[in-house]
Structures are given as structure tokens and as C-alpha cells.
């Protein structure tokens, strides 16, 4: 698909690398998450690290992630510490950051952004807290002006949190209308209501990790109403590659295959895969 679309590679802006007691921590989550689903959810790439850069390289991926997240106060910093040297040791990786609402958070956000992070991920499922927080109000002003794009987990799937939904992320929004937000799995499973944010500012983006693949289908269709303005935002450069993985339940190409039988054709393919998210973190166009 990379050489037919005539694109140097893929940039997945959703992949997941955090310190490896925390990510088998993930990893049992996903092992009992069936009842919340109803259905399993088997790591397909339950690899070594190493070994999880090598396949990213192996599938055409030239950037990536390393999407990691806090699950209560404390954590971090240090999380931020492991992520800017494992960006500073594996090429292609985006300098990845996280925050969580604390009294230090602005002085490790501020040394975040000072230090190069490229890319925050915020996750208000698992963090459990209000992305209005008032101890989150002064870094939110700085990653808006540093234009540092924050993927954020804010829809309610697979199961819903006190602070998902469009409703406070919106509220975000309305005193920061620059932030760059990038929303994760497309906002899963309320499609709608993110694409309305999306085209209410320019800065949201949505990314594809999950969505259209027979798995979430199965519990989260994406309408089929929305198609018109999913190829409109892909073309506008407002649809970004995610996959979520190592995290996922089938094989990486199956993200893939399920963006492009969505027939939106092959330009929106292409801006989709690689254009749209190297314009974003002004990557140089590798091969």
C-alpha cells in the first residue's frame, strides 16, 4: 500500500511505549477486559521492546509514539523522565510527554516542552480527572502557545468515565481554542459529536487508532452518515494514522485495510497514512 499511494512511509502518531513494569500493568488490564467489552482482547504484539521497534520499522512506520499516562498523582514525571530517553535512543520515536492534575504540574510540563517533547498524551479514562482542572489551567496555556499537540483519550469506549464525552473536553476548548488536540479512536464510540469539534476548531484533530476495524465495529459502529465528513476532515489534513499498537487484537495491517476499504480514495489515504500528521510535527518527508 506504502509504494501504490506513493508515500516514504507511515506516521502513526498513537503507538504505546512506557516503562515495562507499567506496560504489563496495560497488559493485564486488556488480558481481563472482556466483560467490558464483551469480548477478548489478546495482545497480538506482547513483544520485547527492541523487538516492538523493529516491527514498527518492518510495517513502514517512520514516526511514532510513545504514549504513556499517568493513573493517579506521582507518576508523571517520572514517566516523562523514561519517554524523553527512549525517544533520545530509538530514531523516528516523537519526544512523547504526559501530565496529571498535581501541585508540580507545571514545572514538569514546562521542563516537557523546554526539553523538546514533541507530542503530550493525556488519557481522562484511566486518570479519572477533568481536563478542567484548575491545577491544569496554566499548562494547558503553555502547550497551547509552545502548539504542542496533546492526543487526548476523552470518548467513552470501551466503557465510560466520569470525565469522557464531548462535554468536558469542550468546555476545554471554549478558554483554549488554539490547543492542538489530537482525539483519540476518533472519539470512539461518540464519532459524531467530536467531529462537530473538529470542525468548530481548527486545532482538533482526530486519530484512526480502532476505529472501522472488525473489532470495534462490533461495538462501536462508525455511522455511515459521517463518512462525507470524515473524508472532508482527512482531505483537510485533520484525520491522523493511529493503531494503538502493541495493544491490539489483530494484526497491524488490519488498521490499514480498514481505512482503505472505507473508499474514500486514495488521496485521502495518503493524507491520511503519512501527509496529515507530517505537516503536523513538520517532519522532514523520509524515505
Not at 493517579?72 to 524523553?84: C, E, F, P
Not at 497551547?144 to 469506549?157: D, L, N, Q
Not at 497514512?273 to 505537516?279: E, I, P, Q, S, Y
Request: some cysteine; overall charge negative; glycine content about 10%.
Amino acid at each position: 500500500m506504502i509504494r501504490r499511494l506513493g508515500i516514504p512511509g507511515l506516521v502513526d502518531v498513537h503507538t504505546h511505549f512506557m516503562p515495562q513494569n507499567v506496560l504489563d500493568k496495560v497488559w493485564a488490564y486488556f488480558d481481563a477486559v472482556g466483560p467490558l467489552t464483551g469480548m477478548e482482547w489478546p495482545i497480538t504484539y506482547r513483544e520485547e521492546e527492541d523487538r516492538r521497534v523493529a516491527l514498527l520499522r518492518e510495517f513502514g512506520v517512520l514516526a511514532f509514539t510513545s504514549m504513556l499516562y499517568p493513573h493517579k498523582a506521582g507518576m508523571a514525571r517520572w514517566l516523562n523522565s523514561w519517554a524523553a530517553d527512549f525517544a533520545a535512543r530509538t530514531p523516528g520515536c516523537l519526544h512523547t510527554a504526559t501530565l496529571y492534575p498535581e501541585a508540580e504540574t507545571g514545572a514538569y510540563v514546562r521542563h516537557a516542552l523546554d526539553s523538546g517533547a514533541r507530542v503530550l498524551k493525556v488519557h481522562l479514562q484511566v486518570g479519572g480527572f477533568d481536563p478542567n482542572d484548575a491545577l491544569l489551567e496554566p499548562s494547558w496555556g503553555e502547550i497551547a502557545e509552545a502548539r504542542v499537540p496533546v492526543v487526548i483519550h476523552c470518548g467513552s469506549g470501551p466503557a465510560p468515565g466520569k470525565f469522557t464525552g464531548p462535554g468536558p473536553v469542550g468546555r476545554l476548548l471554549s478558554r483554549h481554542p488554539r490547543l492542538r488536540l489530537i482525539v483519540a479512536h476518533m472519539g470512539m464510540p461518540e464519532y459524531a459529536d467530536f467531529l462537530d469539534l473538529a470542525e468548530r476548531y481548527e486545532g482538533v484533530h482526530l486519530d484512526t487508532t480502532m476505529a472501522f476495524t472488525d473489532f470495534s465495529e462490533r461495538f462501536a459502529p462508525f455511522p455511515a452518515g459521517e463518512l462525507p465528513r470524515l473524508r472532508d476532515l482527512g482531505l483537510g489534513g485533520r484525520i491522523l494514522l493511529g493503531s494503538d499498537f502493541p495493544n491490539i487484537p489483530y494484526p497491524y495491517v488490519h488498521q490499514l485495510d480498514s481505512l482503505e476499504r472505507l473508499g474514500l480514495g486514495e488521496e485521502w489515504l495518503r493524507r491520511v497514512l503519512h501527509d496529515n500528521a507530517a505537516g503536523l510535527f513538520d517532519l522532514p518527508r523520509l524515505s
